[in-house]
């Protein structure tokens, strides 16, 4: 399911608007050209600046336009740990003869290099494989049949050989014992690296599944007509039109002022105004976690390969591009959603974004929280490091400021 964030807003009447997290980082001059035009009595109008500031003040309302799109299939690009350092050397030689001068062609190019790594990289599937080495399969026990087998071929020569019948009842019911003892050992050891490996409910998981206990998901005929159905309750219910009367009427009475304010805020000059460095690229990967890939299927492994590039690097390259010119690749825009099932019968809407994409949210977050953390409310427990909703619950309870 894709859900496409780029296209004219200002034809989309009716589409949802949802309050999301003003992210600007516009070349100063463009920034100011795309400005609305206000009156003069707006201009004379000096904005009080906030002490303490919410989540509220980073929010505007956006209107974002979506649409029926064909299914996309999910893909992921990865590459054995053995080859990532010909990765590294076959990326640094693209990028040192490429002119690419605009982020999508630049971004475009970077994962179709990517892409035709890996797609080199996939040798043929195999038809047979390894058998799994089972107890039946131990050395010992095999070696106790191979003895067993020559005493069964000598006594079928010569019936009268009671010495070779006496050897195979003898070796047999060493075989049998052996079979036990073995078989033991080999669940033990089993046991041992399910208790490392595996929980207590995957194991369930897996017990009630060859006891026929679990219940099988139903299949959906029309996995695109379902698709499309959940987009549209999505889209409803992410609407502006389905807040309460009095919330939208505040809202439509703070939006001027918020506009006013991103408007004195983003003309200014400011420190964090500088291009990115690799030691920013390099912080924001360490203190971020892995995540799913988007719908170009980078993961964060090629990924931390290619960062590791020093001196002329791609991913810095394109990251002060998109920076500098304020655009981002048009691709970032586009959003996988996955739906996963809640248990209920109703899904919950998963939005798997290009990995490259949350690199630089987790660059530009740094310094804005180098900027504004110690200016943050006490109250704003969202999002926050070290905090959770649950801490807003407990001073609400407790009724302390």
Request: one cysteine or more; proline letters at 5%.
């Amino acid at each position: 399911m894709d859900s496409n964030h780029s296209g004219d807003t200002s034809s989309q009447e009716d589409a949802p608007r949802k309050k999301v997290s003003q992210r600007r980082h516009h070349h100063r001059s463009q920034t100011i050209r795309e400005q609305p035009k206000r009156d003069n009595n707006q201009e004379d109008e000096e904005v009080t600046p906030q002490k303490n500031l919410l989540s509220d003040h980073f929010a505007l309302e956006t209107t974002i336009p979506i649409g029926s799109t064909a299914p996309a299939n999910r893909k992921r690009l990865d590459v054995p740990t053995a080859r990532l350092g010909q990765l590294t050397a076959y990326v640094e030689a693209w990028y040192s003869a490429t002119r690419d001068t605009y982020t999508d062609s630049l971004y475009g190019s970077l994962t179709d290099i990517i892409e035709d790594f890996v797609e080199g990289t996939r040798g043929p599937t195999q038809s047979n494989k390894p058998c799994q080495r089972t107890y039946a399969r131990d050395p010992r026990i095999v070696n106790c049949q191979q003895t067993l087998a020559t005493y069964q071929r000598q006594w079928q020569k010569n019936p009268g050989d009671h010495e070779a019948r006496e050897a195979m009842v003898v070796v047999a019911r060493h075989l049998t014992e052996l079979r036990q003892e073995v078989r033991k050992i080999y669940w033990n050891d089993f046991l041992a690296k399910v208790r490392q490996t595996k929980s207590v409910q995957e194991v369930w998981q897996h017990v009630n599944q060859v006891r026929g206990k679990n219940r099988r998901p139903t299949c959906t005929p029309d996995p695109a007509a379902k698709a499309q159905e959940l987009m549209h309750d999505w889209k409803g219910a992410s609407s502006l039109s389905g807040l309460p009367r009095h919330h939208q009427e505040e809202l439509a009475n703070q939006r001027q002022r918020r506009r006013d304010l991103v408007h004195q805020n983003v003309i200014l000059e400011d420190d964090t105004c500088v291009a990115i460095t690799h030691d920013e690229l390099l912080y924001a990967v360490k203190r971020g976690k892995s995540t799913a890939p988007g719908k170009d299927g980078l993961t964060y492994n090629v990924l931390n390969a290619i960062i590791a590039i020093k001196g002329n690097n791609p991913i810095v390259g394109l990251f002060n591009m998109s920076y500098n010119s304020g655009q981002l690749p048009t691709a970032w825009k586009n959003v996988l959603i996955v739906p996963i099932p809640k248990g209920d019968g109703n899904f919950r809407p998963i939005s798997l974004t290009s990995c490259l994409c949350k690199m630089m949210e987790r660059v530009l977050l740094n310094r804005l929280l180098y900027k504004i953390s110690s200016k943050l409310s006490s109250n704003l427990h969202g999002f926050m490091k070290g905090r959770s909703t649950s801490d807003c619950f407990i001073k609400c309870l407790a009724n302390t400021p």
